[in-house]
């Protein structure tokens, strides 16, 4: 019978049965690829225990068991921001199941993989070994790009990443977030990824429009899904003060946030690692305290006060803002401290010695005959950044280019990092002027990033298209880029919310608003292109498909 059974090579009649047990073969793996099943070496259909599929360590992801053949060449994963690399591979991906898990592979990483549980609807699994259908989370010291890098590879019907650092692990889980609310799955094959700029934030005015703590939260959480990694909180300005205060309890408006309500922002932000920036503006913008201690109010040589300006000769006034920034200096215990530095009226003057003689003669008795009006605030920036300093170790100082003053007695303090904004202050240096001296520079060209309510003077609502098409963080001032030489000292850039009109919209009208222009800012801070991809249409298709 076996004899019987046995083909003849040569014979013609087996090579058709043979061909035709090649294509039966073929499409049964076919059938099993429609039917969604993943057809395992051996008859195993996968599962997340045991058999082919199960890692005995992190490191033991291997290549999809599944015949290749049967796959296409998987196509990056669709995000905002896009992924800088990715090395396709030929599989079926990954993607969510109830019965799979999030495991830590570094206790450190609790967090993160109880989060991602959370939004992909899966069990955290703790440090334990994985399985096929996880979730892996690692911190590897060797790997290369920075702390904000990472690896995202899908494998063998598991998902990895990887990073130096917690927070380059954290945007992995981003990624993987994204790609399976686009499709449903994370394609096979790695990312490999980084931020081209490290400073990626977001600035909101709650003094002049108040936004409630529910609203302030879910940007944040709209921010991290993002990749932005800042967000700025300008609480005190002309029109209200807006967080509690035990050093100077007169100045607090009657809307505020309380100190239990900015540690529960910050804890909720931190875990998505992103940095709450608090601002106290001053020497202008001050008018809140101005009205609690009307005698710190500056007034011009007719006698006449000077609108949220304090008197920046008087020590008292330095004395109130030091008493602040010390006092909240534990309660935003994150890296950096804007000092705001704008706008200070005295200087908007033409002669402002003339129109400020007190000022004038304290400027000449402190820095000789040469002194001026301009070297008093440079130095009441210079102090309040030493303040911030000595309150908490560490700490950066960040303060508006129109702040930094040139040509004068007092040089601003080296290690204060600028925000531009504008260059219609008077007497404004181009922003060359700052990178020629090396300053670090973060861009907030007001002519694309600043969504100013109201809409007053010659502010318009920025659009996410004329960020994405015209936009980049070399473009700091108007529509034309510095040099690429002064790249380096571009830290990144961030989109400002302010609420000169308050009424103008409500905070839902607000967040749907800032919604495409911020997904257009991402975009321009993370890849490094000039020129993005994508097409706006197709960025648009992938912003819906996100969610």
Do not use: C
């Amino acid at each position: 019978m076996a004899e019987h059974r046995r083909q003849d090579p040569h014979d013609p009649g087996g090579r058709r049965r043979r061909a035709a047990w090649a294509s039966i073969s073929a499409l049964v793996v076919a059938a099993a690829v429609v039917l969604g099943l993943t057809v395992w070496p051996g008859g195993d259909h996968g599962g997340d225990g045991g058999g082919p599929g199960t890692a005995s360590s992190a490191d033991a992801l291997t290549d999809s068991p599944t015949p290749a053949a049967s796959y296409p060449v998987a196509k990056p994963p669709r995000t905002i921001p896009s992924v800088r690399d990715f090395q396709a591979a030929r599989g079926p991906g990954w993607k969510p199941a109830k019965s799979a898990r999030v495991l830590a592979g570094d206790e450190g990483l609790a967090d993160e993989a109880k989060l991602l549980a959370g939004e992909l609807g899966m069990r955290y699994g703790g440090e334990a070994e994985p399985r096929r259908g996880d979730v892996w989370l690692g911190l590897d010291e060797k790997a290369k790009g920075g702390d904000e890098a990472y690896t995202l590879r899908v494998a063998g019907g598991q998902a990895r990443i990887t990073s130096a650092g917690q927070d380059g692990v954290w945007w992995g889980t981003r990624t993987l977030k994204q790609s399976v609310r686009a499709d449903g799955t994370a394609p096979e094959g790695t990312v490999s990824d980084r931020p081209a700029k490290p400073q990626r934030g977001f600035m909101l005015d709650v003094s002049r429009k108040w936004y409630d703590e529910d609203w302030i939260k879910a940007r944040i959480a709209e921010l991290a899904d993002l990749k932005y990694n800042q967000f700025g909180l300008h609480f005190s300005d002309d029109q209200a003060f807006r967080v509690e205060s035990s050093s100077h309890p007169e100045i607090v408006s009657a809307q505020h946030l309380t100190k239990a309500q900015v540690r529960s922002i910050v804890a909720y932000a931190a875990a998505r690692h992103v940095t709450v920036v608090p601002e106290i503006d001053s020497p202008g913008h001050l008018g809140t305290v101005i009205k609690a201690h009307p005698g710190l109010q500056l007034r011009d040589a007719a006698g006449k006060t000077v609108e949220g300006a304090v008197d920046i000769g008087n020590p008292e006034a330095a004395r109130i803002v030091d008493d602040l920034l010390k006092e909240y200096a534990s309660l935003f215990p994150g890296r950096w401290w804007h000092l705001g530095a704008d706008e200070y009226q005295a200087l908007v003057r033409s002669d402002p010695e003339a129109s400020f003689p007190q000022l004038a003669a304290l400027a000449r008795k402190k820095y000789g005959e040469k002194g001026r009006v301009r070297d008093l605030a440079q130095a009441w920036l210079n102090d309040r950044a030493k303040t911030v300093r000595e309150a908490r170790e560490g700490r950066v100082a960040r303060a508006w280019n129109d702040g930094f003053l040139a040509e004068g007695q007092v040089v601003a303090d080296r290690t204060v990092e600028v925000a531009y904004w504008t260059g219609k202050e008077l007497g404004a240096r181009p922003p060359a002027a700052y990178l020629a001296e090396g300053r670090p520079v973060l861009n907030y060209n007001d002519e694309f990033l600043y969504y100013v309510l109201g809409e007053p003077n010659t502010f318009t609502y920025p659009t996410g298209q004329r960020i994405y098409e015209s936009w980049t963080p070399r473009v700091l001032r108007g529509t034309s880029p510095v040099p690429a030489s002064y790249d380096h000292l571009i830290e990144g850039g961030g989109f400002a919310v302010w609420g000169d009109f308050p009424n103008a919209q409500t905070q839902d009208q607000v967040a749907t608003g800032i919604r495409m222009p911020l997904r257009a800012l991402a975009e321009k801070l993370w890849p490094r292109a000039e020129k993005p991809a994508r097409s706006w249409a197709d960025f648009q298709t992938v912003s819906r498909a996100i969610g």
